[in-house]
């Protein structure tokens, strides 16, 4: 089955720098990857996914980056807000009904 | 956005008895839903698949006959926590995608269970 990597598993920038959060994944048939954020006792929020017809996508502050050769995925956010500390979930799906695999999670702090 | 919500938020209760969670998707039909459980610091571990009016389909290790999934109309699933003990103590999260060939999942708030 599908088997998500995440890294790293933690990661503390200044505010007003950049985040990259990686992510490696290892079924080729996968076609589906959605990034959460979850803030502590909070449910997960989709922030923004990307389909493997597209190599990048991006929603102001918050972009991703897919590269289906190498199997990996990242999350880009610039401009670094306190707001932004919370896990960040990646996560990896062939579609259909099949279920999401979740990669174990990336505590990021911003740093005022 | 869709709206996917959870009943109760927290629950304590003593080892032994049920726990019943219900996950409702408030503003879509939800065919598909999906009931994870989350340790402190970890991440999601998916528990089982409910189908709408079929049988739920459980991950390898999760004990079917102890969490028991219903999923009786398109727009709630339930799920049973029978004869808790403490190490059932969790934070159950469901998610429901909005339809047929959308991947998108919406999480509800989440069930923080405790059982003493």
């Known amino acids: 089955g599908e088997n998500v990597e995440q890294h790293p598993s933690t990661l503390s920038v200044q505010e007003g720098d950049s985040a990259v959060i990686k992510c490696t994944y290892s079924?080729?048939?996968?076609?589906?990857f959605p990034w959460y954020k979850q803030e502590l006792g909070k449910r997960p929020q989709l922030i923004i996914d990307?389909?493997?017809?597209?190599g990048e996508k991006k929603d102001q502050r918050i972009a991703v980056t897919l590269n289906k050769t190498a199997k990996h995925f990242s999350l880009h956010i610039t401009e670094t807000q306190p707001e932004d500390s919370a896990v960040y979930f990646c996560?990896?799906?062939?579609?259909?009904?099949?279920?999401?695999?979740f990669g174990k999670g990336t505590r990021l702090s911003v740093i005022a | 956005g869709a709206v996917v919500s959870q009943h109760p938020s927290r629950v304590i209760c003593k080892s032994g008895t049920s726990v019943k969670i219900e996950c409702r998707s408030l503003?879509?039909?939800?065919?598909?839903m999906f009931w994870y459980r989350q340790f402190p610091k970890q991440s999601l571990m998916l528990m089982a698949t409910?189908?709408?009016?079929?049988?739920?389909?459980?991950e390898q290790g999760v004990e079917k006959d102890k969490f028991l999934i219903n999923h009786a109309s398109l727009t709630l699933s339930t799920l049973t926590v029978t004869s808790a003990h403490p190490e059932d103590s969790s934070f159950y999260i469901c998610?429901?995608?909005?339809?047929?060939?959308?991947?998108?999942?919406?999480f509800g708030p989440g069930t923080r269970l405790l059982v003493l």
């Open positions: 998610s429901a995608r909005l339809d047929r060939g959308i991947e998108t999942q919406y």
């Open positions: 079924d080729s048939a996968s076609n589906y």
């Open positions: 990307i389909r493997s017809n597209v």
């Open positions: 996560a990896a799906s062939i579609g259909g009904n099949t279920p999401l695999v």
């Open positions: 503003d879509f039909q939800a065919t598909t």
């Open positions: 409910s189908n709408e009016g079929s049988k739920a389909t459980y």
